[in-house]
């Protein structure tokens, strides 16, 4: 069975996990979200396209969700130090990604062939690949001024109000090789337990994409990242509201409007129901909050399954 997934980073990382473990990583493509990517000590860091590239090589730090299981962080302790920007961690070993990553654009290397490399030299089997070669950054309006998705997120902490949603380059940007094709030629779509905003917007903003996905001859299965009234975890609350969206179930069910199929929800969820086939989504409910490996897999399994539903 060939999957395709739209995955952001700690969410998607572990279902990710999951399916790859049930359909076997070859069978797995992933299109990832590169609009919280950013330049920090002249670096290009791709956080989501990280997350999921060590998580599927097995090396993801599993608690913090981010980075290299064992990294230490000394360079960061020299670099603040020395005065430069330390409020974005990176970890010694996590800056090889990061410089390798940079030297390869900087030669001419598009991302997609970057990030291919990368993942291969990691030993992942999955095709990992960004949504996008061109350069396509989540700015969010705040009372103090426009920020990017990092600065707002890891900097601020996401404790500032949020008005606006902007995914600046998008209009002009094309999807990166291989991205229309995986989403043609899958015979299940996922979208995983990502922030619908940050995560997943910045994808279904590449021009193509939710063209791609609307005219699929596979099915569309999301797993809700609301669970009971609030994100499993970071602001996609704070932003859906932001974009006028309810923050449930129903909400992510709109956003991914008219081209999701089925979403996966949380018992807790079940008032939610009637409103999703009123929306043209058929719900399953399962246990979606993934605590360990485990659940990660059963879920994977639970998703796969909708098909024959
Ligand atoms: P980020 O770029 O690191 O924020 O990564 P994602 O967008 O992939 O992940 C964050 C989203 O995943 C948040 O909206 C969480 O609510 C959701 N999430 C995290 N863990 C889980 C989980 O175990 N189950 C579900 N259903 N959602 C999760």
Redesign the pocket.
């Known amino acids: 069975m060939k999957v395709t997934a739209l995955?952001?980073?700690?969410?998607?990382?572990?279902l990710l996990r999951g399916l790859a473990a049930c359909v076997g990583p070859r069978n797995l493509t992933v299109i990832g979200?590169t609009g919280?990517d950013l330049e920090i000590w002249g670096l290009h860091v791709s956080?989501?396209i990280d997350?999921v590239t060590y998580a599927l090589a097995g090396r993801l730090d599993v608690e913090r969700?981010?980075g290299l299981a064992g990294d230490t962080f000394r360079c960061l302790e020299a670099m603040a130090q020395l005065g430069a920007d330390s409020w974005f961690n990176l970890g010694d070993r996590d800056l090889a990604t990061h410089i390798l990553r940079t030297q390869a654009l900087r030669d001419g290397a598009a991302l997609s062939t970057v990030t291919a490399h990368i993942a291969r030299d990691l030993g992942v089997q999955a095709l990992i690949l960004p949504m996008s070669d061109d350069s396509i950054r989540t700015w969010l309006r705040t009372p103090e001024g426009w920020l990017t998705f990092q600065e707002y997120f890891v900097r601020e902490k996401a404790l500032v109000e949020v008005l606006e949603v902007a995914y600046r380059g998008a209009e002009g940007a094309r999807p990166a090789p291989g991205v229309l094709e995986a989403i043609a030629a899958a015979e299940l779509i996922v979208v995983?337990?990502?922030?619908p905003v940050?995560?997943v917007g910045p994808v279904l903003a590449v021009p193509g994409v939710v063209h791609a996905l609307a005219g699929a001859r596979a099915p569309v299965v999301g797993?809700?990242?609301?669970?009971a009234g609030a994100?499993?975890?970071?602001p996609?609350g704070d932003l859906m509201r932001a974009r006028g969206l309810p923050v449930s179930p129903v909400g992510v069910a709109l956003a991914y409007a008219p081209w999701l199929g089925v979403l996966l929800i949380d018992p807790r969820d079940q008032a939610c129901v009637p409103a999703l086939l009123a929306h043209g989504v058929s719900p399953a409910v399962a246990d979606?909050?993934?605590?360990d490996r485990e659940r990660e897999v059963a879920l994977a399994r639970r998703v796969l399954e909708t098909l024959g539903a």
Request: glycine share 14%; net charge negative; aromatic share 2%.
């Open positions: 995955a952001g980073g700690t969410g998607a990382a572990k979200n919280d956080p989501d997350s969700g981010w995983c337990p990502s922030n940050t995560s797993v809700s990242p609301i669970v994100a499993v975890s970071g996609a979606i909050v993934m605590t």
